[in-house]
């Protein structure tokens, strides 16, 4: 089964940026569409971004796009955030998500395997 270990959150200053970093292992993502997710103090887990099993195709929710990028090295089997920009709004706790299709949305039930989450903490 495969595992998702999320990295690189973290304390940033508003108008800085951060890489999130998530590293599969117990079997390869190369064929499945992966995601990030955030979820901030008391509210619901919410979408962010989602890239094709190939990183053909990406999406963005509409308030990071422009500032997130979402990348992906299945040589690697890690998926990447790169955050710029950042607002306190971007601060939460933020999850990698994999389906085992090739292409996903932006939806929670999509998606059947999650990391544990790493803190991206935003001070204005």
């Known amino acids: 089964q495969v595992q998702l270990v999320e990295s690189g959150g973290g304390l940033a200053q508003a108008g800085g940026s951060l890489r999130l970093s998530c590293t599969a292992s117990?079997?390869?993502?190369?064929?499945?569409?992966m995601a990030w997710f955030r979820q901030a103090p008391g509210k619901d887990p919410k979408f962010v971004a989602t890239?094709?099993?190939?990183?053909?195709?990406?999406y963005y929710a509409e308030s990071v796009k422009g500032r997130f990028t979402i990348s992906r090295d299945n040589a690697k089997n890690t998926v990447y955030l790169l955050m710029n920009s950042l607002t306190p709004e971007d601060t939460g706790v933020y999850y990698c998500?994999?389906?085992?299709?090739?292409?996903?949305?932006?939806?929670?039930?999509?998606?059947?395997?999650w990391g544990q989450g790493t803190q991206v903490t935003v001070s204005s």
């Open positions: 117990g079997g390869t993502i190369s064929d499945d569409a």
């Open positions: 998500a994999a389906t085992p299709g090739r292409y996903g949305g932006a939806y929670l039930n999509e998606y059947a395997y």
């Open positions: 890239i094709t099993w190939n990183g053909g195709t990406t």
